[in-house]
């Protein structure tokens, strides 16, 4: 079992920043994919970012040139830098972790992120 705990949303002003972070516990060895993935009110689940053990990343073009995700394999933690936070980016924010790049493997409970003014 692998147990992961996302911190860092909140409230921010359009154009603003937020830095979310996840952490990973338990049986880690064989996370090979951690991705970001985000649910607005009403709406599907959808994918924001990934980044393997190897360090190769995806963005979804919705993000690309705003957010940026970082990874410390040593520590098990992923970060999602976001910039210039558009109102349209409001969700909760759900860190997973996967043997490989397909959707399934161990969920954090999310955390939530709002741009309003």
């Known amino acids: 079992q692998v147990q992961l705990v996302e911190y860092g949303g909140g409230l921010v002003q359009p154009g603003g920043s937020l830095r979310l972070s996840c952490a990973a516990s338990?049986?880690?060895?064989?996370?090979?994919?951690m991705t970001w993935y985000r649910q607005a009110l009403g709406e599907q689940r959808e994918f924001v970012a990934g980044?393997?053990?190897?360090?190769?990343?995806v963005l979804a073009n919705s993000v690309k040139g705003r957010f940026t995700i970082s990874r410390d394999n040593a520590k098990n933690t992923v970060s999602l830098q976001m910039n210039s936070l558009k109102p349209e980016d409001t969700a909760l924010y759900y860190c997973?972790?996967?043997?490989?790049?397909?959707?399934?493997?161990?969920w954090g409970q999310g955390t939530q992120v709002t741009v309003s003014s």
């Open positions: 338990g049986s880690s060895d064989n996370i090979f994919v």
């Open positions: 980044i393997s053990r190897t360090g190769g990343t």
């Open positions: 997973n972790a996967n043997s490989d790049w397909s959707v399934g493997g161990y």
